[in-house]
């Protein structure tokens, strides 16, 4: 049985990806950023926004 050492790979050169997959894997980048921004938006702000409106606070 031979196997190869997979961490001599990684002294070689990395080759570059078509500008068509980078185009692709950017915009899927950005609209996870998006979904996860959002996400955080009405899993944070707005149930604290509620509860500090419902707060009655004494002055």
Do not use: C, Q, W
């Amino acid at each position: 049985m031979s196997r190869k050492n997979p961490f001599k790979l990684l002294d070689k050169k990395l080759e570059t990806a078509p500008p068509e997959l980078r185009d692709k894997v950017m915009a899927d980048v950005s609209k996870a950023k998006l979904i996860l921004e959002i996400a955080s938006l009405f899993g944070d702000a707005i149930p604290a926004s509620i509860n500090d409106l419902f707060i009655n606070k004494k002055n």
